[in-house]
């Protein structure tokens, strides 16, 4: 299996969280594009999507998925997403795409969170990914500075503006041995709207695509 099979196999293996008649949570990547197309085939089982990004908004729309706003949903039994990197411990880290901060704001809401990845994804510790930081333009700088306090090599993405209209810092050699602690201490550097690691909220089911298929692991 190509590593983009093993993405696929695990969206297909997602669908089996989705119970009827809810409003799911949808992520954005290349591997929630394959659980948007299989979302499609029971769309008219569910009642809608709250999506996490313009680009999974848009794909669902195409496909007749109806998106609510977050603001208007009460409840999200579900929510899918990809991940960068996984620990045992389901801590992550997100954001590849830039659209961490509505991701962590869907998460925060689901009552289950389900992960789908290739199997590379799963790593011992955090960190060889460089880790995305979400950060108020006018911030960037200072932000970076503090970052390079904290023993990280800041990089700024450049060309990418966020849905919030932000930029993106993906930091570079950071030892991360407790993701908790550090995702604590980077969100509290004033003009950081959120960075990419999810353990205070991991996720609960991990769908890990490999070469033998889609396992569930919880
Ligand atoms: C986007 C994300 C994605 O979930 C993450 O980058 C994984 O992407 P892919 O499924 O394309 O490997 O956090 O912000």
Not at 56 to 77: H, M, Q, W, Y
Not at 120 to 135: A, D, M, T, Y
Not at 154 to 179: A, K, Q, S, W
Request: charged residues 25%; proline residues 3%.
């Amino acid at each position: 299996m190509t590593q983009d099979e093993m993405k696929k196999a695990a969206a297909l293996k997602a669908l089996e969280f989705v119970q009827e008649d809810t409003i799911v949570g949808v992520g954005t990547g290349s591997t929630v594009n394959h659980f948007i197309d299989a979302l499609a085939t029971m769309k008219h089982k569910i009642e809608g999507a709250v999506s996490s990004s313009e680009e999974s908004t848009k794909r669902l729309r195409a496909l007749g998925i109806e998106v609510f706003d977050l603001n208007s949903v009460s409840e999200i039994d579900v929510y899918v997403d990809g991940a960068d990197e996984i620990t045992e411990h389901m801590a992550m880290i997100k954001g590849g795409g830039a659209a961490l901060t509505r991701e962590k704001i869907v998460a925060a809401v689901a009552k289950t969170f389900v992960c789908i990845c290739d199997e590379s994804k799963q790593v011992p510790v955090l960190g060889k990914f460089p880790l995305p930081v979400e950060v108020i333009p006018m911030a960037r700088s200072y932000v970076a500075r503090e970052l390079v306090k904290l023993g990280g090599d800041p990089e700024y993405r450049l060309g990418v503006v966020t849905d919030n209209g932000n930029v993106i810092l993906d930091v570079h050699n950071l030892d991360i041995i407790d993701p908790t602690a550090l995702e604590a201490k980077i969100n509290a550097i004033v003009g950081v709207v959120t960075n990419g690691l999810f353990a205070h909220r991991g996720a609960d089911i991990l769908v890990l695509g490999t070469k033998n298929g889609a396992k569930v692991v919880k």
